[in-house]
């Protein structure tokens, strides 16, 4: 004869194990839905994901039983690429910052608490190119392969547009510099100039013209005048007689 209460009593076990297992699974997956959507997001709020999202769903609005037109396509796919920019940004950050991170966490200098909201961050950022690729495809087939690329040729223009706004911006306080450097260095040199020909001015030596004639008067000074030659000329006549 079969025992049934002691084959009922390990099922009644198992049963309650495998019950108890699936309640406390049940109740840490609620537990850290709840924890991470507490967790602050790592990105602000998508505001490119937003307006593409409100260009789609904009119901035309009736006016005089006449529809207005939908949005056109042309809006809604330039919303899209602006929408997948913003998504590059997005997955550079998460690509430069996780092993960064990564190593901190290794060491102990940060929580756990950020890296569990780095990995929602990163959850949420593949979520988000994958809802691109398919909006892309949705429009055409196949642009969901190259929208990426063109919305990054899109962002490093915009770059290089902010880099020349820069540069042109310190035009003209470089500008400025520049004139009141030459100006003091004009200054500078005159002052040099003017320094110098007053110094020369004031050290100026007799000119030969001078000298030459200084030199005859104190020979004419010396010799006694025409006076003291026509003397001289009759003394010697009386001695030849």
Do not use: C
């Not at 990426?148 to 020349?164: G, P, V």
């Not at 911006?169 to 400025?176: D, G, H, K, L, W």
């Not at 010396?222 to 006549?237: D, F, N, V, Y």
Request: glycine residues 6%; without cysteine; charged residues 25%.
């Amino acid at each position: 004869m079969v025992d049934w209460l002691g084959l009922a009593i390990p099922f009644a076990y198992l049963g309650i194990l495998v019950g108890s297992l699936a309640t406390f699974s049940s109740l840490y997956r609620k537990r850290k839905a709840v924890n991470a959507s507490s967790l602050e997001p790592w990105f602000p709020p998508h505001l490119q994901r937003n307006i593409y999202l409100s260009l789609l769903h904009l119901e035309p609005e009736s006016n005089d039983n006449k529809k207005a037109p939908a949005v056109p396509e042309s809006v809604l796919k330039a919303a899209l690429l602006r929408r997948a920019t913003e998504d590059i940004h997005r997955v550079l950050a998460v690509r430069s910052a996780k092993q960064a991170l990564s190593s901190l966490l290794q060491k102990g200098s940060v929580g756990d608490e950020l890296w569990q909201r780095f990995l929602l961050a990163e959850k949420e950022i593949e979520e988000e190119v994958r809802d691109v690729v398919n909006e892309a495809n949705a429009f055409s087939p196949n642009w969901g392969q190259t929208i990426f690329q063109t919305a990054n040729e899109m962002m490093n223009h915009t770059i290089l547009r902010q880099k020349i706004a820069d540069v042109q911006a310190q035009v003209v306080s470089e500008r400025e510099w520049w004139d009141k450097r030459r100006a003091s260095i004009q200054s500078d040199f005159m002052k040099e100039l003017d320094v110098n020909s007053a110094a020369t001015s004031s050290s100026k030596p007799t000119t030969p013209g001078e000298r030459i004639g200084s030199d005859e008067e104190a020979v004419f000074v010396e010799g006694g005048g025409p006076a003291a030659a026509g003397k001289g000329s009759t003394r010697r006549k009386k001695g030849k007689k």
